[in-house]
Every structure is written in structure tokens, then in C-alpha cells.
Nanobody, 121 residues
Framework: QVQLVESGGGLVQAGGSLRLSCAASGSTFSIIVMGWYRQAPGKQRELVARISSGGNINYDDSVKGRFTISRDNAKNTVSLQMDSLKPEDTAVYYC???????????????WGHGTQVTVSS
């Protein structure tokens, strides 16, 4: 099993910044991709950003130029620096990890419990 623990959410005014962090722990594993998703009330969960173990990064168009994802492979952590926040960024943010337990095996996706980000106008 793999556990993901997020931290860093909160309330901020529009134009402000927050930094989210996520740490993975558990049984021996290899994390292929780590990412951040968000879910606003009444909406589906959506990808915000993800980063592979090799450093390949994808961002949703809505956050490009404002959010920066980073990862520490040795510590199994991922962070999301969020700048120039907008009210529409308000959501519960979830950390994810696509984990491979054996070489050549498939991957399993694990989720954190989520952290609330609220941006006031």
C-alpha cells in the first residue's frame, strides 16, 4: 500500500500564492508519475499538472504560466507552487501517484485525501 499526505492548502486572496506539498510513503515501490488534480463543487475532478520520474511535465492550459510542479524522486515528494491565483482555482486539490510495484508490471494510481484551496475575489 501507498499513502499520500498533502499539506499547504488554505485561503488566499486573488493574485496571491500558495504552495502544496505531497509526500508518499509505504511499501517498496517505484512512482512513475506524480500529479495534482482538483475538483470544484459540482464539477468533475480534473488534471492540474503531472510530472514523470524522468521530469516530463504536463499542465492544464488554465494554469500554464501560473503554477509550477516539481518533484523530489529521492524523497518521493511532489509540490505545486501556485501563483497569481484566481477565484476559479478554488477547489479541493488531490495528490496522485502512479505506482509500479515490480518491473514490467502495470501501474496503480493512489490518491491523497485532498486539501482545500479557496481563492477570494
Amino acid at each position: 500500500q501507498v499513502q499520500l499526505v498533502e499539506s499547504g492548502g488554505g485561503l488566499v486572496q486573488a493574485g496571491g500564492s500558495l504552495r502544496l506539498s505531497c509526500a508518499a510513503s509505504g511499501s517498496t515501490f517505484s512512482i512513475i508519475v506524480m500529479g495534482w488534480y482538483r475538483q470544484a463543487p459540482g464539477k468533475q475532478r480534473e488534471l492540474v499538472a503531472r510530472i514523470s520520474s524522468g521530469g516530463n511535465i504536463n499542465y492544464d492550459d488554465s494554469v500554464k504560466g501560473r503554477f509550477t510542479i516539481s518533484r523530489d524522486n529521492a524523497k518521493n515528494t511532489v509540490s505545486l507552487q501556485m501563483d497569481s491565483l484566481k477565484p476559479e482555482d478554488t477547489a479541493v486539490y488531490y495528490c496522485s501517484a502512479d505506482v509500479q510495484f515490480r518491473a514490467s508490471s502495470g501501474t496503480f494510481r493512489y490518491w491523497g485525501h485532498g486539501t482545500q484551496v479557496t481563492v477570494s475575489s
